[in-house]
Structure formats: structure tokens, C-alpha cells
């Protein structure tokens, strides 16, 4: 099957972190079929890496020999959001009519329902073939708070053949948004299985120059505010209060590493606390096997991908009760690995803490069988050939465009 894949959310030469979720299950899908990557970059993120090499952007093309495109798209910053998606598609449908002509899509898959959504469902209805939407998290459990484009976002998950949704809990937020829940399906995603599996921690520990004589608790993830470091750094501080021994690696960058660091500094932590930066996926697995503990404390989440991948790796965690992560915590019959806090309860987080690090916790961990991302990539073919049998007996489009009549589709398909 020939997919293409469309989202903002990829890699690129200056930003390799970003979206690896995607790249996993794209190499995952091109194993056994054909695909395509258009990634969009704003304009602002092209404006301000527009003296680097220009051929960074080849990066993940030549590594992983997926095709990839960044073509670059203008939006209005921090206002009219509702028209998002209308901004990106008209700034990158002449790029996706040449995909389009070149590639012969038989279906499209897109990651977050807008403004990315939008654009794959533009793009996929005048070929008539199946569009499924992947939507990640805040994409419908926080933009639709936005009255403006909430209607943007309900028309994408109503119009889109079918919603692929990462846990239960984002498929009853979608359906909650008026989806018809016949054409919201659950596909959990998974990990790389090569790179995450349990190991030895004294060894990761040596590789990454980390102290062998601290217990060590680990956060991966973007500093913005939804990650509720503060709540983090709270919690870090009482339980070290009591556990003189802590240790906390924070592995990641962003916009709030400063306020982050003064937190830090003005508790007294700065000896207690790591930043390492943002890390290579290749290397997370040692970050992970390197740790005793592995802590989130969002506001809001899906199912994040890190607390999959710490699992996968033989690690407890502790987290805030949000979104999806109860699914990861209860997925696995016998004694708990993990414990769920409430949001912001920097004392809860604490106490938990303390509980997690115990020997019996990270037992269990280890026994837990991680998901991989062949068994997701099943899954999303699997769906994509049912809604294409049912598109091809005619009962809603016709057959895929064949070649040579590109310049028969609708007039915004072609100018």
C-alpha cells in the first residue's frame, strides 16, 4: 500500500527529538510498504534556522530512506487559530499536488487533528481515497477549549474516514466530540523493541558518567508548561528531604529551562539536580536503565510514548493521574509498578516516590511485555484496508485517481 504521511510533528536536521513517534511508526509501516512523509515547518521555524545547512533536512531521508518533505507554511502566531488549518493547506497544497501526481497515494495518515488534520483531509477527499486522522492528546482534550476552533476540530474526526486514537481514554474524548464511535478506533502505539529492553544499569550508568552511589529518578519530555515541572521540583525537594541519596536527571529542553534552573537554584538543588539537554532517541535507553525511577508530573497527557518506553526498559514510574496513563498503570495483571498522583500534589508525588523505589516495584517492571511499533504499523494497515474495501464498493468515494488524471481533480487540488 502506498501511505503518505502528513504531520508537523517529525524530525528534521535542527530539531532530531521532535516527533520521533512518528518517524518509528513511519519506518515501521515502510517496512513492508511504501511511504511518503510530508512534514510542514512554520515559517518561524524556518526563518530562524534559515543560515544552517539546508541539507540538515535531509537527515532523516538519508538515515531512515523514507522521503521526506518540510515544505514551510505561515500561520498568524497566538491568534486566529481557528484558521490554522486553512493557513498551512494553502501554503503547502501546490507541494502536495506534486506529491500527490508523484506518489499516487492510496491513503492518508495524519498525526494531530488540527491544523495537520485538516490539510490530510483536503487532501485525501477530492482523491477519494481513505483519510485517518491520529490525534495525540491535547489536540482534543485542550483545542477545542478554543470556541473558534473547536468546529474545525469536531469537522476533522466527523469527515476523516477513521480516527485512530493512541488509548480508551482519547477514543471517549473524541466520541465525546460528536465522532460516531464506529469510526473511532484504539490502536496503542508502541516502541522501538531494538533500543528498549531492560539492561544493565551499572553499565549505563558508567556510559553516562552517572554517580553510582545516588538512587536516580528520571523525566524525559519537553519544558513547557503542561509538564508541570514546578510540581516536579516540589515533590523532588520533600522526598529528598527524607531520601538524602536522590538524585533527579532531567532529560530534555525548552522554553521554560531557566525558570526551571532558578527553581532549582533557589531550593538549594542545584548539586541534586542534572540537566542533560535534550538526548538522541538512540541514547534514551540508557538514560532509562541508568535510573532507579522514572517520574512524570504533566497536566495533561494522551498516553505519553516515555512512560511506554520506560517500561519497556524494566523501569517503575510515578506520575500524575492524566489522560491515559492509568491504561499503562493497570495494563498488566498482578502487583503495580507504578503509582498515580493528583495533579500538582507535590506531596502526594513525595510519598509516592518513597513507595515506588522499593525492590518489589521495579521486579514487577521488569516483567512487564512492551508493544512494539510492527505489531502498531499492523494494526493502522490493517484498518486503512478495511476502510478502503469499504470506500471501493462505492458506498461513499470511488476508486483511487488513477494516473493521468491528476489534472481532473476539484480546482483547489490543482491551483
Same mark, same amino acid.
Not at 42 to 59: H, M, N
Not at 209 to 226: F, I, Q, S, T
Not at 319 to 344: K, N
Given at each position: ?7 508537523s ?19 515501521a509501516?515502510a ?16 526563518w ?44 503547502v497544497?501546490?507541494?502536495l499536488r ?7 497515494p ?79 478506533h ?8 531494538e ?9 549505563a ?20 508548561e503542561?509538564?508541570?515541572? &514546578? *510540581?516536579?521540583?516540589?515533590a523532588?525537594? #520533600?522526598? =529528598?528531604?527524607?531520601?538524602? %541519596? /536522590?538524585?533527579?536527571?532531567? !532529560? ?33 535507553p ?22 511506554r ?33 493528583p ?11 518513597e ?19 510492527? &505489531? *502498531? ?5 490493517? #484498518?486503512? =484496508?478495511?476502510?478502503?474495501? %469499504? /470506500?471501493?464498493?462505492?458506498q !461513499? ?8 488524471q ?10
Amino acid at each position: 500500500m502506498r501511505i503518505l504521511f502528513l504531520s508537523s510533528i517529525f524530525p528534521h536536521g535542527t530539531a532530531r527529538v521532535t516527533g520521533t513517534f512518528n518517524l518509528e511508526l513511519c519506518r515501521a509501516l515502510a517496512a513492508e510498504h511504501d511511504v511518503r512523509v510530508v512534514a510542514p515547518r512554520s515559517f518561524i521555524d524556518v526563518w530562524r534556522t534559515r543560515r544552517e545547512d539546508r541539507a540538515a533536512d535531509r537527515w532523516v531521508t538519508e538515515v531512515m530512506g523514507i522521503e521526506v518533505s518540510y515544505p514551510s507554511y505561515f500561520y498568524t502566531p497566538g491568534f486566529a487559530r481557528s484558521l490554522y488549518g486553512e493557513s498551512m493547506w494553502w501554503s503547502v497544497r501546490r507541494h502536495l499536488r506534486q506529491v500527490v501526481e508523484q506518489f499516487r497515494p492510496e491513503a492518508v495518515v495524519s498525526y494531530w487533528a488540527h491544523p495537520d488534520g485538516e490539510v490530510a483531509l483536503r487532501t485525501a477527499q477530492p482523491l477519494s481515497i481513505p483519510s485517518v486522522v491520529i490525534v495525540g492528546g491535547s489536540d482534543v482534550l485542550l483545542l477545542p477549549s478554543d470556541r473558534w476552533r473547536r468546529p474545525k476540530i469536531q469537522r476533522v474526526l466527523r469527515e476523516s474516514s477513521g480516527v485512530m486514537t493512541v488509548s480508551e481514554g482519547l477514543r471517549q474524548a473524541v466520541i465525546d466530540l460528536g465522532t460516531d464511535p464506529s469510526r473511532v478506533h484504539t490502536i496503542y502505539q508502541g516502541v522501538d523493541d531494538e533500543l528498549f529492553f531492560p539492561g544493565d544499569a551499572k553499565a549505563a550508568r558508567q556510559r553516562l558518567a552517572l554517580p553510582a552511589d545516588r538512587r536516580l529518578l528520571l523525566w524525559v519530555g519537553r519544558m513547557v508548561e503542561v509538564k508541570g515541572l &514546578d *510540581t516536579l521540583i516540589a515533590a523532588f525537594d #520533600l522526598a =529528598r528531604q527524607q531520601q538524602p %541519596d /536522590l538524585h533527579l536527571l532531567l !532529560v530534555g529542553d525548552g522554553p521554560l529551562r531557566a525558570s526551571v534552573q532558578a527553581d532549582v537554584e533557589r531550593r538549594g538543588l542545584g548539586d541534586h539536580v542534572t540537566f542533560a539537554g535534550a538526548q538522541p532517541p538512540a541514547q534514551l535507553p540508557d538514560w532509562y536503565r541508568a535510573t532507579d525511577l522514572f517520574v512524570l508530573s504533566s497536566l495533561s497527557e494522551g498516553l505519553p510514548n516515555v512512560l511506554r518506553e520506560a517500561v519497556a526498559c524494566g523501569r517503575p514510574f510515578v506520575s500524575t493521574d492524566v489522560g491515559s496513563v492509568r491504561e499503562i498503570a493497570e495494563s498488566q495483571a498482578g502487583s503495580p509498578f507504578a503509582e498515580l498522583v493528583p495533579i500538582g500534589d507535590a506531596a502526594a508525588m513525595s510519598v509516592a516516590i518513597e513507595r515506588v523505589l522499593r525492590p518489589e516495584y521495579v521486579a514487577v517492571a521488569q516483567s512487564v511485555p512492551c508493544r512494539s511499533w510492527r &505489531d *502498531t504499523a499492523h494494526d493502522l494497515v490493517s #484498518l486503512l =484496508r478495511n476502510l478502503r474495501g %469499504d /470506500l471501493n464498493v462505492g458506498q !461513499v468515494f470511488n476508486l483511487p485517481v488513477p494516473a493521468g488524471q491528476f489534472e481532473n481533480l476539484p480546482h483547489e487540488m490543482t491551483h
